[in-house]
């Protein structure tokens, strides 16, 4: 039997390398063996006749993706935080779109993650679209990011289409890449005890670990490990004896391919420990007004200074953390955001100057906030805001006059362009007072933005429009879990931390999904979930996401006003019918309605998108399900006032069978509203055990919404 071979290979690229490591690990990965390892339904066959290498390959007939089984897999073991690359080679025969029970992507490779129980953890990347009939193509997922709590890869040879594919030489390489690092430099000679390390992010990796050795080749008696979170830099705070060290940085499952070394030269009592200055940014409401900023300084010895101003120490706690007032210089502070420097400076002299961001700036007269309860609340009152994304200027007075109180364009999430962002703002006021919720450029194309660390961008953006009457919150960051997007939860709590110093009258949002999402918790005042399928769907996305927040997170809930299949008739260059639109007035009330059922302080829509929707096909685009749309909004709007109200909240579910009714009473002064949602696609009858009621029979239509009020 011929056996097939892949060789240890080193990938030369910039300054740094990637070590492939052996691929073994995938069991038969040629099929010499026949299927042994792999596992599939009646659709899978061994075919000797053909072959990329060897003598046989594995063979997918897939006549009705719906009945027929349309994956061989195989579960191999990973390491928990690495990096691997996955491939394979794929043969096609009369491969055609057919439905299915998920999308119809055609033939490839498709790679998730499972724990190490073999559970289900999370989705990975696809790397399929061959169709028709096609000779052996190499397929590839690269740079796959393994969770850390990742115990096997799932590898999916897919035909998710009507056809026959072929799969030969499946690989799974480890890829290890050495951290880039920054200082000390290798090599270098350092006076320094209390050195700060340096390097540059790694794409996936959500907590890095410093490793200190004397030893080059770091065994575990010799190594000092330190935890350095989710940011590129580590001070260290007990000092190193004199000579030579070597330092490496490490992450999740991934080892530092390429440790360096410095030399160490002052005495281990020597102080060279300086003031560590936390407090990045503040906002004053005054051109007189002090401003407080916090400092790690063991013996409290340290003089501050700031645009000249001397800060004076006001409080002290047993381990160190100073309290530092600045008052007003006697012309005050400078209007507007100020960039300088903390200059701190110990005993010893040792010294640190800090980056630092001062905003003078008034307080908003109509500023927001996400109050202990939960909901928004403005101007001393609690409110149930309505928004949708992606609404250009010109469009602003209609999505005002029809009820929406929030908008949004994702522009400014690829652009520094404040004063730009400044007219939106504007644009919207002037719609009769709409308001917008404002993102930050990301860095995907500028690759300077929040994915490169631009603390800089971000206090600009926000010290330009702080003030504004039209601005709503702060759109943080849009799924930082996203591979291409992605920001460890300290970086991005960073960002947040920033932002509210700067802007204290503005909540912070954001969206995040998957299991690690409750690692991004401080990153937002509420979280905004996405619910973007059918009502039932809808549910079960917000009760997932309150358990994997510990149901101590408010949730603004997202809901989608799009048609997915006319969305993907466009992608195939179909025309769309507007009179086709998939999402009817039922099921958008539904969707829309259990933003108040399921207690959410408000509801968004994705998107409007009228002139710029791309393949998603947006209600605003056809004139019937706009309409349907905006009766929707005007009738939530009917009983805000009702929602907002002080007043007992009741909530349940009924069920029969697997189809739920889910529904919400509120007692306000006495009398009572009750609502309750169906969230099946047919009709259901149910009784409903209200709390001191008596049991209400109901039978809800489709989708239907049922609305009383005594």
Known sequence: MKQKTIMFSLIAFAATFAAVADVSAVCNAGFEEGLAGWNGGASMALDE??????????????????????????????????????????????????????????????????????????????????????????????????????????????????????????????????????????????????PRFAWRRLPGVRRYTLELSRDPS??????????????????????????????????????????????????????????????????????????????????????????????????????????????????????????????????????????????????PEN????????????????????????????????????GWDVVHAYQWEYSQDDAGCRKYLDDCWAANGLRAFIGFDRGVRSRNGIVQGNLAHVAQRVGALADHPGLFCWYLYDEPETEGYFVTPDALTEFADLVRALDPYHPVVMTTWGITMNEYRRTWDTHWTQAYGNPAEVVREVESHRSLLNNASPITLIVCCNDGKQGAAIEKGIAPDPDKFARDYDLMRACAFLG????????????????????????????????????????????????TADGAVVTGTAAEGKDRVEWWRKTVDGKAIFIAVNTADHPVSVTVAVPGDAPRKLTLRRYEVLILKD
């Open 218 to 363: 770091f065994p575990p008696e010799k190594t000092h490990a330190f935890d350095a979170g989710g940011l590129a830099e580590f001070q260290l705070e007990k000092p190193l004896n004199p000579g030579a060290c070597y330092w490496r940085v490490n992450s999740g499952g991934r080892v530092d391919a390429a440790p360096w070394s410095f030399t160490q030269t002052v005495p281990r009592d020597a102080d060279c420990l300086p003031p560590l200055v936390q407090t990045k940014a503040c906002r004053v409401t005054g051109s007189h007004e002090a401003f407080t900023v916090k400092v790690k300084d063991r013996l409290g010895t340290a003089k501050l200074a700031f645009l000249g101003v001397e800060g004076r120490l006001v409080g002290k706690d047993n381990e160190g953390l100073c309290q530092y007032s600045f008052s007003a210089p006697s012309g005050g502070w400078p209007s507007g955001l100020t960039e300088g420097e903390i200059i701190a400076v110990d005993a010893a002299g040792n010294r640190a100057a800090n980056r630092f961001w001062l905003l003078n700036a008034p307080r």
């Open 367 to 402: 500023g927001v906030a996400v109050g202990a309860d939960g909901a928004y609340w403005q101007g001393g009152r609690r409110i149930f805001p309505l928004g949708i994304y992606e609404v250009a200027p010109k469009y602003m007075e209609e999505v005002r006059e029809a």
């Open 596 to 643: 108040i059922v399921k207690e959410c302080n408000g509801v968004w829509w994705w998107w409007f998108a009228r002139d710029n929707g791309g393949k998603y096909y947006s209600a605003s685009r056809s004139p019937k399900a706009w309409a349907d749309l905006v009766q929707v909004i005007k009738e939530l709007r009917s009983i805000r006032s009702l929602v």
């Open 49 to 194: 006749a053909v072959a990329h290498d060897g003598r046989q390959s594995v063979c997918l007939t897939v006549a009705d993706p719906k009945t027929d089984s349309v994956y061989v897999t195989q579960m191999v073991p990973v390491k928990g935080g690495a990096i691997y690359d996955a491939s394979c080679f794929v043969k096609t025969e009369d491969v055609r779109e057919a439905e299915g029970h998920k999308e119809s992507v055609g033939a490839g490779l498709i790679v998730e993650w499972a724990d190490a129980n073999k559970k289900w953890l999370t989705s990975g990347k696809y790397a399929c679209g061959v169709w028709g009939t096609a000779d052996w193509q190499k397929k590839e997922c690269a740079r796959l990011n393994a969770p850390d709590k990742a115990g096997y890869a799932i590898i999916y040879l897919a035909l998710r289409a009507s056809g026959k594919a072929w799969f030969d030489d499946v690989s799974l390489s480890e890829v290890l890449i050495p951290t880039e690092k920054v200082s000390p430099a290798d090599g270098s000679s350092i006076s320094n005890n209390c």
